[in-house]
């Protein structure tokens, strides 16, 4: 059964926030004055900026593209992308949450895409997309073209113009938008050859050739710049790729030459090699073919596209239950025993449609990392040993070993969440290794330390109070994604320093899945195996199994009190918790802050107290993650939530001259082993 292909159902369901104008102020502000930091790419208008506005009593992550005086864009692309995207609304369309136009400043505002672009995630070393991902994201954007071209419900169609791989942005979920209307054309729909003569414009390597040579555009040309994308998708290569012949930099000639050629197989993204059914491969070579047809008139229309690409799919889903890899166990490849061959097909498949995760031999390996040098070893209180290193593509890494039969579990249980979400705030999973009875699991990120070996490095100046907020931010809201957001609910179980990684711009990662659990009751779940660090784990999960998202709550107020203090949770003669909760309660904050910050005490004793709110006794009275990056932030105020805390605080206190079951149970918790 075909995907559905009518789109005024998905049209009229969805609905944007309307388009609205902010004033110069509103964006400095959302931008904290254009920081460089929240840079997220840069195009031919100007720079985009990750933002953060105010949306009635909502927070909205926006992009914010800025106009800058270099660009060979103006005015006219401007209000051609304003007045196109106010008035054309679509699921598989990129929304206009709004515009600045203030002197000389030209912004545009757009729903914030986490997935970036497809090029980026082509073409730029991420983690590659599975064969199915891929077929999910052109469906999309095709239905956004074709909505364009015959579907708007106006009078006339659009014809985008500039249709490129960096044009089709991904949401959270993986849905295709389509982008940048700035050099977009209005046509009439009732004609469907109707073309518009125009100063030829667009971008190499998608340009339709008939267009380029006559100045009439028609939505041929759309089709035409769309079968690059597809190849793009196909081979893994740019559309303008001097890796091939100089006479073939362009991928459409030398993609439809190879074919012609007989080497189709050759040609597919090495990734995706052994991972498509025959027929599906075939099916879209010859669609994308079409679509470069050297005579408009012949190529597909997008309707015809968006149909093409739905049978393949489907014929994909129906043969991956059933149909087995090519490559899998090369015959050179010993397995040590039954198990570890077991787990081989384990973590070759366990990325399902979600993610490609890739098999590498053994000297890849050793080259990555320069034969395990002891320069490249990266301390880790979770892992029994980990290095960074870098593949000879120039791509950094990072690896992690499993020698013990014990620790496979821990492995498997990593693979299998980390393939299930993506967060810029999380470690992403790349590929394993077997060799021997040792497995290595390799996550395409190289950092430049972990957290506890600099926090807790008295000679360690590098972690000043905007660093130190920026990775407490970090982690909240991968925290955040894992617990409200990504497609099955994560309890992570283990939020400690030595599990946050940091780039050299000390960007956090969150790393450390063998133990996450992911759950489907919002209200938590009972364990049989208690596991996790000492001094972090909450009394209700360490004592009585109870396990929920307020555990990782809890963990996190550690973390928070231990960044602030610099001191270990267990290292201040008793824990953390008691040591600033006591100095909270006779007003003596000042006298723990870690003397490598210069920060007001107001500011340091809100921190505190958030991470005070964590780590409360009682899990239903602790905030949910959602709250306490609200409060880290600044729009939700700790006032009352820290006067009932003290109030609790005061009314345990006088139970506790009854009985001391309280900090029992808080030194039992700090005490279960991992």
């Not at 362009?250 to 030459?257: E, H, I, K, N, Y």
């Not at 025993?337 to 979600?354: A, F, H, N, P, Q």
């Amino acid at each position: 059964m075909f995907l559905p292909t009518s789109h005024a159902v998905e049209s009229s369901s969805y609905s944007p926030p309307p388009c609205r104008q902010f004033t110069f102020s509103e964006i400095e502000l959302a931008t904290r004055g254009f920081d460089e930091s929240l840079v997220i790419g840069r195009g031919g208008f100007g720079r985009v900026y990750r933002g953060t506005i105010t949306c009635g009593l909502t927070l909205l992550d926006v992009a914010i593209k800025r106009l800058e005086s270099t660009s060979n864009q103006g005015a006219v692309e401007f209000w051609a992308e304003v007045e196109m995207l106010s008035k054309l609304r679509h699921s598989h369309l990129v929304s206009l949450i709004g515009y600045c136009n203030e002197g000389k400043e030209m912004i545009l505002v757009y729903e914030y895409m986490p997935n970036g672009t497809l090029e980026d995630r082509l073409h730029k070393r991420r983690a590659p997309l599975t064969w199915v991902r891929r077929l999910k994201i052109c469906i999309g954007a095709a239905r956004g073209l074709d909505y364009l071209h015959t579907r708007t419900g106006i009078m006339h169609g659009v014809i985008h113009r500039d249709v490129k791989s960096s044009n089709i942005l991904l949401d959270d979920n993986w849905v295709a938008k389509i982008s940048d209307f700035g050099l977009s054309k209005i046509v009439p729909t009732n004609q469907p050859s109707t073309y518009v003569s125009t100063l030829v414009k667009g971008t190499f390597g998608y340009l339709d050739p008939d267009y380029f040579q006559t100045g009439r555009l028609t939505r041929k040309s759309d089709v035409y710049a769309f079968g690059v994308v597809l190849f793009e998708v196909f081979c893994g290569k740019q559309a303008v790729d001097r890796s091939i012949d100089e006479e073939q930099w362009g991928l459409a000639t030398w993609a439809q030459d190879s074919i012609e050629e007989g080497r189709l197989e050759q040609i597919v993204d090495s990734n995706l090699r052994g991972r498509i059914f025959p027929k599906c491969l075939k099916e879209f070579a010859l669609l994308a073919e079409r679509c470069l047809h050297g005579r408009p008139k012949q190529r597909p229309t997008m309707t015809e596209v968006v149909e093409g690409l739905e049978s393949i799919l489907v014929l994909q889903e129906k043969t991956d239950s059933t149909w087995v890899p090519t490559f899998l166990f090369p015959s050179n490849h010993k397995i040590g025993s039954t198990r570890l061959k077991s787990l081989d097909i384990y973590l070759y498949t366990v990325g399902g449609e979600d993610r490609i995760v890739q098999r590498f031999d053994f000297d890849t390996i050793v080259y990555a990392t320069e034969n395990f040098s002891e320069a490249n070893k990266i301390l880790s209180c979770t892992y029994e040993s980990m290095y960074k290193g870098r593949l000879q593509n120039g791509q950094d890494i990072t690896i992690t070993q499993y020698s013990y039969a014990s620790t496979y579990e821990e492995c498997m249980n990593e693979a299998s969440m980390l393939v299930k979400f993506e967060h810029e705030n999380a470690i992403q999973l790349l590929g394993y290794c077997i060799h021997r009875r040792r497995m290595y699991l390799l996550y395409d990120f190289a950092p430049y330390a972990t957290l506890d070996g600099l926090i807790f490095d008295a000679q360690c100046n590098l972690l000043n109070w905007n660093t130190r907020y920026k990775i407490i931010l970090g982690v909240a809201r991968v925290l955040v994604y894992l617990h409200n957001h990504a497609p099955i609910q994560i309890i992570h179980r283990d939020v400690e320093p030595s599990n946050i990684l940091l780039d050299e711009s000390f960007d956090p990662k969150l790393s450390g899945f063998g133990l996450a659990t992911a759950i489907n009751k919002t209200d938590g779940i009972h364990v049989d195996q208690i596991c996790g660090t000492y001094g972090y784990m909450a009394p209700e999960y360490a004592i009585h199994g109870f396990l929920s998202a307020k555990a990782d709550v809890f963990s996190f107020g550690v973390l928070v009190l231990e960044v602030v203090t610099g001191k270990r949770s267990i290292d201040v003669g008793g824990s953390v918790k008691r040591y600033v909760k006591r100095n909270w309660v006779e007003g003596t904050l000042s006298n723990i802050i870690d003397p490598r910050i210069n920060v007001d005490l107001i500011l340091m004793t809100k921190f505190m107290e958030v991470g005070l709110l964590c780590v409360q006794r009682n899990a239903a009275v602790r905030p949910t993650m959602e709250e306490v990056v609200d409060m880290l932030v600044g729009t939700a105020s700790l006032t009352l939530r820290v006067s009932e805390m003290r109030a609790r605080r005061s009314l345990q206190r006088t139970e506790a001259e009854d009985s001391d079951t309280g900090e029992v149970e808080e030194f039992i918790s700090e005490l279960c082993p991992r």
